[in-house]
């Protein structure tokens, strides 16, 4: 969530010897980057971006209302209109694309972990040294 930043900088701040770092989350906050930037150059760190797949093509149910469980915003979102699925997939593809690049850019080792995996099947390849990109 939102706490994400806060989470980097706190490790930063706690960790003193170089150490490995391990953050899993969606990625989905803002205002991370920086704090990443400053902990890979720091410490060994590698980042598993939590996905559903549901995420990626969101299913044409009609006016769907989505609320902010952090901000309490509302959207409503107008799920069956062609022009809503290009744009949510876009997005999608966009922050993919943006996430790969900030932990290349930073190198820090990356991977993806869908939430229809198993877990400790995808951790273990991840950690064993072995990349599926």
Not at 29 to 57: C, F, K, M, N
């Amino acid at each position: 969530g939102s706490a994400l930043k806060e989470a980097i900088e706190a490790a930063s701040r706690i960790l003193k010897k170089r150490s490995m770092v391990i953050i899993v989350s969606d990625f989905l906050a803002l205002g991370w980057e920086e704090a990443l930037a400053y902990l890979s150059h720091h410490h060994d760190v590698a980042a598993i971006r939590i996905t559903d797949p549901l995420e990626q093509a969101m299913p044409a149910l009609g006016l769907v209302t989505f609320q902010d469980p952090e901000t309490d915003e509302v959207l409503h979102a107008p799920t069956s209109f062609a022009s809503f699925q290009a744009a949510w997939q876009a997005w999608n593809r966009d922050r993919s694309t943006v996430w790969d690049a900030i932990c290349t850019k930073y190198r820090v080792r990356h991977e993806e972990l869908l939430t229809t995996a198993n877990p400790a099947t995808e951790l273990a390849w991840f950690f064993s040294g072995r990349q599926r990109r």
